[in-house]
């Protein structure tokens, strides 16, 4: 076998001269491939990072734009005087008691009166269910979730009568104070959403049951889920500020969770208004 200078050619015992490459092209075509594969490979990589990222951003922003709407809505339909906070150094608990059905009432046992087992009230346009539970006039969250206020009883029967409906009690109970707009409302559990540091999640928590004081997360079951992402720093940057309904003012509720994704940050400012009153 033999190469002829300066021409591609090489002579193979028995078959004469056969066309080929030099050592020089084949490793020249090599880079130009690597070159081409590495700029391919790094133009997919940077795009698969964008949508990754921009998937990851929008997931976020969804959640916690559904978890404000959802929270300021169920806030706004708050039994009054029914919400209260508990925070600490890494959570905060917001619990409130989500108005079922409001009405004015006929007719109602009230103290110092003969205790009785019914209440007349003027049929809502909610139905009102067996179970559900029955406020009149709560000034202080102490009276809605204590069991020794007069001010909240179970419901155990419900019977219509034309316009009116006549609420039955499992026991004859009275009601602490007559409301002076003679304002009922129909309640059933409380619902508490929490905000945690440790792992940035906020999470809704219901059917734990009524509790004198306000219950933490490992005793109120499993919660639900609503958004991820949550970056406060809840000793300077709490997500909830509380400020009290007065005689004079309404309870209003402070929100200000604060997200981070992918680097960057972004935080609510966003103020609801409980507007019922007793």
Known sequence: MRCR????????????????????????????LGILVVGVSSFIIFGTRIFVDSTAVDRVLGSSRFVMERLSRELRNAVPSSLRLQSSSQQQCLEFLPISVSGS???????????????TVFAPATAVSAGEQLLVYPLTHAEIYGSGSNKRHAIDKVTANGSLLTLQFAAVVNFAEASPAKRFYVAGQPVSYCFSQADGSIRRYSH???????????????????????????????????????????????????????????????????????
């Open 5 to 32: 200078q300066g021409k591609r050619f090489i002579k193979i015992k028995g078959q004469g001269f056969a066309k080929g490459f030099t050592l020089v092209e084949l490793v020249t075509v090599i880079l130009i």
């Open 208 to 278: 734990y049951g009524y509790h004198a004081g306000q219950p933490l997360p490992d005793t109120m079951g499993t919660g639900a889920l609503m958004a991820e992402g949550l970056s406060n720093d809840m000793a300077t940057n709490p997500a909830v500020r509380l400020l009290p309904a007065t005689l004079v003012n309404n309870a209003i509720v402070q929100l200000q969770p604060q997200f981070a994704v992918v680097g960057e940050k972004f935080q609510y400012q966003h103020q609801v208004q409980v507007i019922n009153v007793p």
């Open 105 to 119: 009432y006929l007719s109602l046992p009230l103290a110092p009166d003969v205790q009785t087992d019914t209440a």
